[in-house]
């Protein structure tokens, strides 16, 4: 294990009331590689991802993220739009957020809108046209004609994204949040209601996102098949706390996790597993 | 007999259908009518009230809705089902589309022609500028409501403030209309922050009661504030604005002097008219430049999913905030102007009646359509005067044309959303896809 870790989530507690959603929990994200969290429903997985992406204030914790160049941030002290604008951490959601009346490339525009604020001069360079913003919106039509090549969509470019067809509406929300140039991205469960030819081109793409662009990503998956083939790192949690980490081969073997998963207590699963093989 | 029993016996249970249906339109109407018609009260010679009853003429309004519900009925069924094959041919559709596209040049083209046509017509050339003034305000709350997806009640206030900066300016400093016009525009732009700062934390209707309550505080303040707006009195002698320090009148330095033609009073009215067309056409190629701009898409982006917006990094407040700004700036625009051509300004012309009427001509042409606002504003406007002639049933009738207009387009005149960028081809965008916002 080397020590280089993007994100790490330091006694992260959050309750709504008297509910703990999160107790204690602690894990890293290591740089340039992908972590899955997983875990039975109603584990607590969003709500760790809301508070790493600044939608809650957690109860108590601490969550750092350290960029590539050593500029350590911390994230529970920022709100939302300045993790995303100063951490450069984006998100997909569980439920797509994709902005359905606006077309493909529209919604890649608006991942870039920070960048392209700047190149408009706040609006003003951009109202009288000048050349310097006329270039800057090009390269940015440019960044977002690559990200609709690279998940295949190019040809819908001017199609409603309200339009596209489920899968699709996936791939674009994970183009968009890439439109921003993140450091870590964070994808809620990318893989919900895809089909297994679609989860498979979904595991290309993640492989190729960390490949090429070196982006850290933190992902939540309930798709084993996804999880086991692209992780490197999983953290298992059940009712908010942490029960496991390690490489899918490690985490796969664990009867805790099972136990987890299948809803019983550690000797009935050690005995389904042993039934099985 | 019939050659087709299918439909025969789908024809026959539709009588009892239709029957039923009548009778009970009948029922409700003799409900509501018995006392509207069937009695009639009156206070007699010493106060006291009398009454008499009309049960011919209730029997024959109901009558009149029963046979009426039945004919509404069958012309229905002789209508056919709606929702088979388009009736409209494919040729005639594309023609359709075609002539969609030359709408708005021919309009500007007609627009720019009107004081050429119609030059010794007062009525239309004023009715014309009142137009205009409506489409300018329905283009700047296009921006907040149609774009931004915010609903604002209070849009008046902007226009109130725009006018009375300009009017308080021109009559107590004695500055021309070209200064104020810009300073009535920012000052309006910044009561429009002012606002947002506490009310952007709020979404839909709460955001639209507190607009509307800024509304009248306003116009509160306005009526209130005796020694600085004249109160209820107005402010008065809001001078005229001049051509580049010529002012317009029969004086001999007058515009008509110089140049050595005969003075008419239209000159002031046709000169006015290309100001409020030229602010007009400045609001729209801005808005237009705008929505192309990261700020207008972010505004749009906004109006679609404020969580996936922040997720982005996006400012939402700031945006909210900028929108608010520039939907307020141009209704200051538009207030100056309005002082400017009145000469007389008060409380009174900035009632909530004014933030309805701009709300509802921005919703009825589509929100986030420049042309549909400028065809809704000419609708609204334009068409509340056609009905002039029947005296107190214009509002009945006007009513009934809006909520048929919003059975037939829900989603107001022009129903779709053009893109801001496209690749290959520039597609409208279904207004089922596209959001109306909620705060």
Known sequence: ?277 | MSANPAAQTSRAPSAAFILKKSLISALVALVLFSLMIGVRTEAGPDGQLTYWTRFGDLAVMVAAVFGGSILIELFRQWWGPVDTARVVPAPVQNALAFGGRLVAPVLLVFTFLVPVLFYNERYILDLAILVLTYVMLGWGLNVVVGLAGLLDLGYVAFYAVGAYSYALLATNFGLSFWICLPLAGILAAFWGVLLGFPVLRLRGDYLAIVTLAFGEIIRLVLINWQSLTGGPNGVTGIPRPTLFGIPLTPADDGLAAMLGIEFSPTHRIVFLFYIILALALLTNWVTIRLRRLPIGRAWEALREDEVACRALGINTTTTKLTAFATGAMFGGLAGAFFATRQGFISPESFTFHESALVLAIVVLGGMGSQLGVALAALAMIGGFELFRGLDQYRMLVFGMAMVLLMIWRPRGLIGHRAPTVFLQRKEAISSDLVKEGHG
């Open chain 1, 1 to 277: 294990m080397s020590g280089d870790h993007i994100l790490s989530v330091d006694r992260l507690s959050m309750r709504f009331g008297g509910i703990v959603a999160v107790n204690d929990l602690s894990f890293n994200a290591e740089r340039r590689k992908i972590t899955a969290l997983i875990g039975p429903n109603g584990a607590g997985k969003t709500t760790v991802f809301n508070c790493i992406t600044g939608f809650y204030k957690p109860t108590s914790g601490a969550i750092g993220l350290t960029h590539d160049d050593g500029h350590a941030i911390r994230l529970e002290r920022l709100n939302d739009f300045r993790i995303a604008k100063l951490a450069k951490v984006a998100r997909t959601f569980q439920n797509i957020r994709l902005f359905p009346g606006m077309t493909a490339l529209e919604n890649l525009m608006v991942a870039q809108h920070n960048a392209l604020m700047r190149a408009s001069g706040l609006t003003f360079l951009g109202l009288i046209g000048a050349p310097s913003w006329r270039t800057a919106e090009q390269a940015a039509i440019d960044l977002a004609t690559t990200w609709l090549d690279r998940i295949g969509l190019l040809d819908r470019a001017d199609d409603a994204a309200g339009n596209l067809p489920y899968g699709d509406q996936r791939r674009l929300e994970i183009a968009r949040a890439m439109c921003t140039e993140p450091a870590l991205l964070c994808l809620d469960e990318p893989a919900a209601g895809l089909n297994a030819r679609e989860s498979a081109a979904l595991s290309e793409l993640l492989l190729s996102i960390r490949a090429d662009q070196g982006t850290s990503i933190l992902l939540i998956e309930h798709d084993m098949s996804v999880v086991m083939e692209i992780s490197d790192h999983v953290v298992v949690m059940d009712h908010g706390v942490k029960i496991a980490e390690g490489t899918p081969k490690h985490i796969r073997d664990d009867p805790k996790v099972i136990a987890a998963y299948l809803g019983t207590d550690e000797e009935e699963a050690i005995a389904v597993m042993e039934s099985g093989t």
